[in-house]
């Protein structure tokens, strides 16, 4: 089993949309929790760390579930510029990160 | 913000070429550097985790005589992909961090064998 897994999407979505998504951990030890987008070809970039209260960065909320082991990202009022690749990340110490593959969305005019 | 500079971004050889990727920390100095490996539609898989001055600590299924790295100063570290095959084509990205601090990524270097 991955250590972390994503729906892979796409999601397409027209703008101004909300976009929804999530991705499961495996390790219940994991204690540090990231969201990072990627653009295509490029190297992942640190969009947010997820808190066990859940938090909210601008247009972006994400919420932790620790019983279940899930966390999730939501895009609300989705801008074309949010067109990318999500990536959830894992880590259970405070070093080692564990990627999942990604969830694509797209976000279209 | 921190940075992260990879040389080069995109390197095309010929089987049987050894490679030198390089990554830097331009504006502080990294305790720990990561290197990465993602081959298309796939997760970044963690390759090696290397501290300035000593032997990289490489993850199961990576073969340590293939891939050298070395991390001589806390703003450089190396990887080496040596006897490059076809298979070893992928996007290669460092990290660096300072202590417990988030990773800072470098552009990543795409790596196409022949």
């Known amino acids: 089993r991955k250590e972390v897994e994503q729906d892979p999407g796409p999601f397409n979505v027209p703008e101004g949309a909300t976009v929804a998504f999530n991705c499961t951990y495996s390790?219940?030890?994991?204690?540090?929790f990231f969201w990072y987008r990627q653009d295509c070809r490029k190297e992942p970039k640190l969009l947010m760390s997820v808190y066990s209260s859940g938090n909210e960065d601008g247009r972006f909320t994400a919420q932790l579930n620790r019983a279940s082991q899930y966390i999730s990202l939501l895009i609300r009022d989705s801008k074309l510029s949010d067109s990318a690749t999500y990536l959830c990340v894992v880590s259970p110490n405070d070093y080692k990160l564990s990627f999942g593959a990604g969830t694509t969305v797209t976000v279209r005019a | 913000g921190a940075v992260v500079s990879q040389h080069p971004s995109w390197v095309i050889c010929k089987s049987g070429t050894s490679v030198k990727i390089e990554c830097r920390s331009l504006?502080?100095?990294?305790?720990?550097m990561f290197w990465y490996r993602q081959f298309p539609k796939q997760s970044l898989m963690l390759m090696a985790t290397s501290n300035e001055g000593s032997k990289a600590t490489y993850e199961q299924g990576v073969e340590k005589d293939k891939f050298l790295i070395n991390h001589a100063s806390l703003t450089l570290s190396t990887l080496t992909v040596t006897s490059a095959h076809p298979e070893d084509s992928s996007f290669y990205i460092c990290s660096a961090s300072v202590g417990t601090e988030p990773q800072h990524f470098g552009d990543g270097t795409r790596l196409s064998i022949l």
């Open positions: 390790n219940s030890a994991s204690q540090s």
């Open positions: 504006d502080f100095q990294a305790t720990t």
